[in-house]
């Protein structure tokens, strides 16, 4: 296996070519009927060398427990919405790898992660999420109240040596941004708030603290968690693997952003249902039905007559401002037509993938399985704009597919689940053609894959930075 670089080691330069058609991002958002967010029209095409991925870095246990010592231990993780423990004593377990951790709405609302550990001879405390007012061990009875601290122990005649002080339930770090709690097992990684770098600033404009997680996924894949997630981070598999997206036309329909001082985040952006504006040769009523194609709460092909004078993409992301407000409530008037319609992709390292926007409410979550190489769960979550004032409600638990069911089985994932049953169909299949494959890197797009050879260069820092702390 390759050794990993040394840290600093990455060199960031233009990139050596764009999309030789158009339109361009930058080109589409330039007609929108809205001032468009001025974080959307920033470029940041880079390149950072084209050398092949090592294989092992997919299927070998020797890098997954590198990954586990030395990126999982050391990063900020999502652990679960603020809504799925809104009331004191609600809880979630989040499994990472081998560790298990409660993560629980204390008496005074705050939040705490404590080892899913009993301090006597080890009993997993809680077997399940949900509410207690206290945590009793199962097998000899210590309890621990929310706040960790010890306030029993059974034949307390015997136990002299244990105390409040030194029984009190390690705490792992908690914090919050945008309604998303986030745990860290290691207490010299920077703050959250430094770790997710220009994030919030990202999503200034629909912050997530004004979602509600209405829908929450979950499903055990056969693949590594980086071959899963890769095949949500570029846009170049689509026309491929999703050729019902007639509106999709190909390349120059993303834009691939990655920035020098952004470890932590980097960003897709694809447009949705844009005339040529190169050639002008654009029927505009074909593409409103291109869009409406992929996005049928819209309506049904041959519904909209495109006016004179006006644009399809100006007329769906007018129907469907009407249509989000209609179902939440929610004034979304000066969301420009991207914010509607395009897919607006962030990344957090290492395994967190939001969309910005209105129109595509969704975020993924993926995470090893267990201490399994070759398994990993995705997570869909659907987190849908509220107002501000309405009264929260519990975020929707997760739901975890068996292996029989598929994402087109359930009904909230609207028309999505079977786009992604496509992506799952792949998944699968790479992680088993990596085991044999005699070639031993895997080649990377250098513009429309440049997400991911940015996080393996970012997993390859955390590695060396560990290995030189060791
Ligand atoms: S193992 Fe938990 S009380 Fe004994
Ligand atoms: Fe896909």
New binding site residues.
């Given amino acids: 296996m390759n050794e990993a670089p040394a840290p600093g080691s990455l060199v960031f330069e233009p990139a050596k070519a764009l999309p030789p058609t158009g339109p361009l991002v930058d080109e589409v958002l330039a007609n929108d009927s809205r001032e468009v967010p001025g974080s959307l029209l920033e470029q940041s095409a880079v390149f950072i060398g084209d050398k092949d991925l090592d294989v092992a870095r997919y299927i070998s246990q020797e890098f997954h427990d590198l990954e586990m010592e030395h990126v999982w231990k050391r990063v900020w993780q999502m652990a679960c919405r603020v809504e799925d423990i809104p009331e004191a004593g609600d809880h979630v377990l989040y499994d990472i790898g081998t560790e298990q951790l409660i993560v629980v709405r204390t008496s005074d609302g705050s939040i705490k992660a404590y080892p899913n550990s009993?301090l006597?001879?080890?009993?997993t405390l809680r077997t399940c999420g949900g509410n207690v007012n206290r945590f009793k061990?199962p097998?000899?009875?210590?309890i621990w109240s929310l706040e960790g601290d010890l306030i029993a122990k059974p034949a307390a005649w015997d136990f002299p040596h244990v105390d409040k002080q030194n029984f009190h339930l390690p705490e792992v770090r908690v914090d919050c941004w945008g309604g998303f709690v986030f745990i860290c097992l290691d207490k010299d990684t920077p703050p959250l708030m430094e770790y997710v770098g220009r994030l919030p600033e990202f999503f200034q404009e629909w912050p997530f603290e004004n979602r509600h997680k209405a829908v929450h996924v979950a499903k055990k894949i056969p693949c590594n968690w980086k071959a899963a997630m890769e095949a949500f981070l570029e846009g170049y598999h689509i026309p491929t693997t999703h050729p019902q997206s007639v509106g999709y036309s190909g390349e120059a329909q993303g834009q691939y952003d990655v920035w020098e001082d952004q470890d932590h985040v980097n960003r897709v952006i694809v447009w949705v249902g844009a005339a040529d504006t190169r050639s002008g040769k654009t029927d505009e009523n074909a593409l409103a039905d291109s869009i409406i194609k992929d996005m049928p709460v819209l309506g049904k092909p041959g519904d909209i007559k495109v006016p004179e004078g006006e644009t399809a993409r100006r007329v769906m992301a007018q129907r469907f401002r009407d249509v989000v407000t209609k179902s939440s409530g929610v004034d979304v008037d000066k969301a420009s037509d991207a914010e509607m319609l395009d897919a607006i992709q962030y990344f957090l390292f290492p395994n967190l993938v939001p969309w910005s926007g209105v129109g595509a409410p969704i975020v993924y979550r993926f995470r090893p399985f267990q201490n399994d190489p070759n398994m990993c769960i995705m997570e869909i979550m659907y987190l849908y704009v509220c107002s501000p004032d309405r009264p929260r409600r519990k975020g929707a638990p997760i739901r975890w597919l068996s292996d029989d069911e598929t994402f087109a089985d359930v009904a909230e994932l609207g028309g999505l689940g079977a786009v992604f049953d496509q992506d799952y169909e792949n998944l699968e299949r790479v992680q088993k053609g990596l085991h044999m494959t005699h070639k031993p890197g895997v080649t990377l797009a250098n513009y429309q894959e440049i997400r991911i050879r940015h996080y393996h260069a970012i997993i390859d820092r955390y590695i060396a930075e560990g290995r030189a702390r060791a």
């Avoid at 006597?120 to 009993?123: K, V």
């Avoid at 097998?139 to 210590?142: D, V």
């Fill in positions: 009993c006597h001879r080890g009993t061990c097998f000899h009875g210590f």
